[in-house]
């Protein structure tokens, strides 16, 4: 069975800080695609990145990186110069390819990022 | 484009009653997903909807189901509600393709089971 794991319940940080937010995941597909999402305080999460299982290449948009390794099934994902608007929950996903559209999310428990001023 | 809709967004419903949820979905999306979110088990996915069809499902009691429209706009019901039934329901849409698409989430329906 799937499953996704999000050690750190909660990081605070002050601004300005760089600060990463660890993933660790389980399957027995060799297709899969996994997933980070943020939700603010209002609740909607809110889509950052999308990655499936044969492309390891290391991605960054703007403040925002990821580090995908196959070997050691993590998709850590680094802030850099954290800013007090990045304070959310994070959560990490997981979905495999059963052939017949996707099986559904498998989150992690998420982890609280508080970046303070 | 507008994004995912959900309605109504906050719900206080009293034990064994029922409740009848509403997403409607990204324009050009045919896929939507439900899931709960609560504090002790996070967030889990209930079930898929495309065309008209559930497509996949996830280990919930048969007191939840759903539909979907021909416009892809989608409904959730739970019946005889309990009081763990206290949730986070989100719904996202996506294209709907075989593979596993971005889903797009809405910004939820707070229900409260007094």
């Known amino acids: 069975a799937q499953k996704v794991t999000q050690a750190q319940t909660e990081i605070s940080v002050v601004e300005k800080e760089d600060v990463t937010l660890d993933c660790v995941y389980e399957t027995r597909d060799t297709t899969y695609y996994l997933f980070w999402y943020k939700q603010p305080p209002s609740g909607e999460l809110v889509f950052l990145i999308r990655r499936n299982s044969f492309d390891e290449q290391n991605e960054i948009s703007g403040r925002y990186s990821w580090n995908f390794q196959k070997s050691t099934s993590s998709f850590n994902f680094t802030i850099t110069a954290s800013q007090v608007v990045d304070s959310a929950v994070y959560f990490c996903?997981?979905?495999?390819?059963?052939?017949?559209?996707?099986?559904?999310?498998?989150f992690g428990k998420g982890t609280h990022l508080i970046i303070q001023p | 484009k507008a994004g995912v809709t959900q309605t109504p967004r906050y719900l206080i419903k009293t034990r064994g009653q029922q409740v009848t949820l509403s997403c409607s979905p990204i324009s050009g999306h045919r896929s939507v997903s439900w899931y709960q979110q609560t504090p002790g088990q996070g967030l889990q996915f209930l079930f898929e909807y495309f065309s008209e069809t559930q497509r996949n499902k996830g280990n919930f009691p048969g007191r939840f189901s759903g539909r979907q429209f021909s416009n892809s706009r989608s409904e959730m019901n739970v019946s005889t509600l309990e009081l763990g039934d206290s949730a986070l329901y989100l719904c996202?849409?996506?294209?709907?393709?075989?593979?596993?698409?971005?889903?797009?989430f809405g910004p939820g329906t707070r229900l409260t089971v007094l």
């Open positions: 996202a849409s996506s294209l709907g393709t075989s593979l596993p698409d971005t889903q797009y």
């Open positions: 996903a997981l979905s495999e390819y059963s052939g017949g559209g996707a099986d559904g999310l498998t």
